[in-house]
């Protein structure tokens, strides 16, 4: 059983709540009691995702899957406003895709350096009774409730964004050609399943190019990779977004050609777009005898197929110069180099607008309104303050809520659910 591979989490999110604004007078000496003055409550932090390009893998989230932002103090007396909570930013890898959890959609996907996307929005804070009074009600015992920050759960799925893909069957030497090629040091070994997440590197192509490309080793494909076996379709997932692919097979394996087939294969089922990159195969392991047999059969078959390939031995740094002069030639210029792969990243802003839509339902013997205005006019609302509660009843009128639950055929008492509060329904005063 392999590992989890960790290219894929899943997470909750959670803003933070706005303060509560206050319902505080002045006090002076001469007046008994002076107008209201109750400050605002401050925001709730929100909570953001950004790309850091030192992050290869979302490691950082394996043990931890809750994050919270802190919320908005409350308002004071002497119309001093609540603090401002403090915004949390967790940093991504770059390829980072991140998804709503239960619908699926995609709400971001973070491939720049510096791209961020804020995933939960802290809550507004309440309005203090300073901004309740008016002509006729100048004591204004209503002050609003802050509003609860958003939660979110949501998966995070990388996809690794690399000039080059290195891909192949397991031990064909990869991740020591990442090495010879570069000065990343992954793992090597001499058993199969060496590496189990991705490596990047960045390439020297020599002292002329100015170009820098990065290129990416990810664990080793095996036969059915494309439809998930060893875990393929999370390695097939980082090659996506490449410029070019190269194919490294053990030149000193039993049948090399029968193992370049397996992995050609694979990226065509994975995805045809893959082999439409340009591709090099490249046939490793020539120090030694057996690879030096096969090597012209091997080569023939290529040539055959029209698909280029050359001979190295990574381990002996043999053939790498021209290695690294074919992957020169295939590589876009400087200029479009430093553009992100496509598909170009996107950010999905998602956040959707307060409406004043709102749907009604049964709900065992209940009506249960959903709406995001309602919802969040319960949640800012503090019943225990008899002002507050007849203001939200005005609202209810307002937004036809109440129109709507007396045509479904409510009756005084009957229970009225929204958000997380029951309440027992009367008609306003002047109906009665
Ligand atoms: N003789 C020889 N051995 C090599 C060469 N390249 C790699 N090897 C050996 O082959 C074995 C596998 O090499 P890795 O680079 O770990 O292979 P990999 O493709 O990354 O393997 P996975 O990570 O398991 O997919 C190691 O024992 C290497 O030392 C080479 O050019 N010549
Ligand atoms: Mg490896």
């Known amino acids: ?22 319902a505080t007078f002045r006090r002076e000496a001469h007046v ?5 003055d109750g400050g605002d409550g401050g925001r709730g932090g929100s909570v953001y995702l950004r790309v850091d390009p030192g992050q290869t893998t979302l490691r950082d989230f394996r043990y931890k899957h809750h994050f919270s932002a802190t919320p908005g103090g409350r308002g004071e007396r002497a119309k001093r406003h609540g603090k401002a909570g403090e915004d949390l930013y967790l940093s991504v890898p770059p ?13 971001a996907d973070l491939v720049a350096v510096g791209q961020a996307v804020m995933v939960a929005r802290g809550g507004r804070g309440g309005l203090g009774n300073t901004h309740f009074a008016t002509a006729t009600h100048q004591a204004p015992r209503h002050a609003q409730k802050g509003e609860p920050g958003e939660e979110r759960s949501l998966r995070l799925e990388l996809r690794l964004i690399a000039d080059v893909g290195l891909v192949g069957l397991p031990n064909a030497g990869k991740s020591t050609l990442l090495a010879a090629l570069t000065a990343a040091r992954p793992k090597i070994a001499s058993y199969p399943f060496t590496t189990l997440e991705p490596n990047l590197g960045v390439m020297d192509l020599g002292v002329e190019d100015g170009r820098r490309p990065t290129i990416a080793d990810v664990p080793g494909l095996i036969e059915g990779a494309s439809s998930g076996a060893g875990l393929g379709h999370a390695f097939l997932r980082h090659v996506e977004r490449t410029r070019m692919l190269l194919h ?24 045809e777009a893959l082999l439409a990159k340009p591709l090099l195969v490249v046939f490793n392991k020539l120090d030694l005898a057996d ?29 790498l110069d021209t290695l690294r002069a074919a992957v020169a030639e295939r590589l876009p210029d400087l200029e479009a180099l430093a553009q992100p ?64 639950l007396r045509k479904a055929g409510i009756r005084p008492g009957d229970d009225v659910r929204i958000a997380g509060t029951e309440l027992a329904w009367e008609p306003p005063e002047a109906d009665r």
């Open 1 to 22: 059983m392999l590992p989890m591979f960790l290219d894929e989490v899943h997470i909750s999110v959670r803003a933070g709540a706005g303060g509560d604004g206050a």
């Open 32 to 36: 008994p009691r002076g107008g209201p």
């Open 95 to 107: 390829g980072t895709g991140v998804l709503e959890q239960e619908s699926g959609a995609l709400i």
């Open 248 to 271: 490294v097979v053990d030149g000193a394996a039993r049948d090399p050609r029968w193992d370049h087939d397996v992995i050609r294969d694979e990226l065509r089922a994975h995805d």
């Open 291 to 319: 690879a030096r047999e096969a090597w012209p059969a091997f080569r023939a078959a290529m040539r055959e197929a029209g698909v280029p390939a050359l001979a190295i031995s990574a381990e002996a740094g043999e053939g």
């Open 341 to 404: 792969p496509e598909p170009a990243g996107v950010v999905v802003h998602r956040i959707e607008a307060a409406g004043e839509g709102f749907t009604l339902e049964r709900e065992d013997g209940a009506f249960r309104v959903r709406g995001k205005r309602i919802e969040r006019l319960v949640v800012q609302t503090n019943f225990d303050n008899e002002e507050s509660a007849e203001r939200f009843q005005r609202e209810l009128v307002r937004l036809g809520v109440d129109a709507a």
